[in-house]
């Protein structure tokens, strides 16, 4: 855990990386971001991605479209 401390993380911010596993990882992925893209079907994850009430989860599929949809989608987060 010293390897990700730096400048103000604080080791409260770092509790879901405890579980030393990609899930962890992931959660604190989600924690701190504005929003989550799922781009692809991952069933150990699909749980994680439905807890999220307070972040916006969108689902992209690997499309001729993707592209598009991705700079949408940032777009409207940056408003």
Known sequence: MDKVKMMDIEDNMLGNLKSADFEGFIKLGMEFSDAVIVAGENKKLE??????KEKK?????NDENSTES????????MG
């Open 57 to 61: 989860v969108e689902n992209f599929d």
């Open 47 to 52: 749980g994680l991605f439905k807890k999220i």
């Open 70 to 77: 991705y700079y949408n989608f940032y777009n409207e987060l």
